[in-house]
């Protein structure tokens, strides 16, 4: 029994998340189907974490294990001819037996873009936010220092989801200005649900001037949903890597 | 009577062309309903020069004439809300009353994306063209520099298409890497139907090595369409700028 590490990219425009589940387009059915339709095996598609409905990814970590003598540098382009080309095996590797995707993750990074200038853009109006608005970016590079670390994101995740814990903690960020637009990097052992687009909205709140950026800790600390930003959409997010 | 410059930005995947054609969404159309939605007024927008069906543009050039008082630091956003998000108007400008958008352009520059990655990438898949087999790029580096001067490109035209003149003048040359993408990168006088994608095409055969760079002088000599390479697909052109 092998068991194969994939290196995943898509396009979450085209899906509901990665998430399988009936009747819906989904990244983990489709791939468990090329990969039943490869190796004649159903598998069970062990992703790093979900992505909801519209979130990209450059690239994914996700295995699964199997009988299948097909050879590991094969499988990559076996995969993609039976994909849509929205998904894309970018690579595989066999890993050792007892590997798995989401318990052995040590950390995980994502994007999000925001397109800051006057008019927006037609040619990537799929792949950013848009805000017209000038965001004060010096303000929201002071703002989100005030992530790092360990801490409760209980204010930061979508109301109604039950997750055990919801203590994450974040080992990097970065505001980086390119041109128009403003691209904000996370880097974490862990996100909770919507917990990034939630950043990423309260960090906007910032850059209009709606939130002091010395007023970060408070909010964190109030583990209240409603004293941070709205949810940015989903299309401005990018899963960029998964790290073991 | 005032004289509106437009530079427009479309991602070319969603239309026709550039050029108004009954029954087909094509860029001209789009825009000058719009212009008649704000201003009332049936207009003939004239562009640079027609892109085709599927060309993306990053700032084409083109002027209309109008007796609207709307000012005209309002008229991108006015426009904007009357069109598609695959087309935005990236800025307008009063100008002389005589400036013609196709009769006083002095250079062009195109670029065409290729993706030289093992597996394609899924996210950018309308907005590159893929090809696997790995390509020569200081081959393709030699090759491109043939093109430039003043040449009859006759070779590089699509067939059936008849203009007054084959000849241009091609000012300056460019093939980048960056990272997984090979950048193809022209500025000329002008560019014939087709002729940035067969100059591409010629390249792609010589980074496969089906070409020596040094045969490109005969074959742009030889004026026969047959010589040069296919005609690589319009989703990966992008006309850059337009400068008068």
């Avoid at 001819?81 to 950390?107: G, M, P, W």
């Avoid at 970065?174 to 960090?203: A, C, H, P």
């Avoid at 001037?209 to 909010?219: H, T, Y």
Wanted: net charge positive.
């Amino acid at each position: 029994m092998k068991n194969i590490k994939l290196t995943i990219e898509y396009d979450g425009k085209d899906f509901n998340g990665w998430q399988k589940q009936p009747n819906k387009l989904n990244i983990q059915g489709e791939i468990e189907r090329a990969i039943e339709e490869v190796t004649g095996e159903k598998v069970d598609l062990i992703a790093s974490g979900r992505t909801d409905a519209g979130v990209h990814a450059l690239a994914q970590s996700a295995n699964f294990k199997t009988n299948s003598n097909i050879p590991v540098e094969k499988i990559p382009v076996a995969l993609n001819t039976k994909l849509k080309k929205s998904i894309r095996i970018q690579d595989a590797k066999e890993v050792e037996e007892k590997f798995h995707s989401r318990y052995n993750c040590k950390q995980k990074t994502y994007k999000y873009i925001i397109n800051n200038g006057e008019q927006g853009t037609a040619i990537y109006r799929n792949l950013e936010y848009f805000i017209p608005t000038k965001l004060n970016v010096e303000k929201m590079k002071t703002a989100i220092n005030f992530f790092e670390g360990e801490h409760d994101f209980k204010g930061f995740k979508a109301s109604g989801t039950s997750s055990k814990s919801s203590i994450r903690k974040i080992y990097k960020t970065k505001v980086e200005k390119d041109g128009d637009r403003i691209i904000i990097q996370l880097t974490g052992n862990g996100f909770l649900y919507n917990m990034v687009r939630i950043i990423s909205g309260t960090l906007v709140d910032v850059g209009l001037g709606k939130i002091d950026p010395e007023k970060i800790p408070e909010i964190i600390e109030s583990k209240d949903r409603t004293k941070a930003g709205k949810t940015l959409p989903p299309y401005g997010l990018y899963l960029v890597k998964v790290e073991y």
